[in-house]
């Protein structure tokens, strides 16, 4: 079973920078696209940032010039570095991860627990 392990989040001030970091366990082969969601309370889940093995990326447009994503060099990591954070990112922010889909539908999906990020103003 996939599990996904988040950590890197905090308190910080607004303007400053934080990096998430997520690795999935639990499998020998490489999950297609990981990246990160988040919610804020009273808010539905959103989209931040996912980035596929090939390198393909997507982004909220609330967050692109600000936020990048990456691949670590170590299979099945991905990194959410966040500049310029503003108080309306607040939010719990949860590593993400789908495997490939097929003719027979969509890909697997897995979720991590959450790691709260908390912007000051």
Do not use: H
């Not at 060099?73 to 990194?79: D, G, H």
């Amino acid at each position: 079973q996939v599990q996904l392990v988040e950590s890197g989040g905090g308190l910080v001030q607004a303007g400053g920078s934080l990096r998430l970091s997520c690795v999935a366990s639990g499998t020998d082969y490489s999950v297609w696209q990981m990246g990160w969601y988040r919610q804020a309370p009273g808010m539905p889940r959103e989209l931040v940032a996912t980035v596929t093995t090939g390198g393909r990326t997507d982004f909220a447009d609330s967050v692109k010039g600000r936020f990048t994503v990456s691949r670590g060099s170590a299979r099945n990591t991905v990194f959410l570095q966040m500049n310029d954070l503003k108080p309306v990112d607040t939010a719990i922010y949860y590593c993400y991860g789908q495997e490939l889909g097929t003719e027979r539908g969509r890909g697997a999906e897995y979720w991590g627990q959450g790691t709260l990020v908390t912007v000051s103003s």
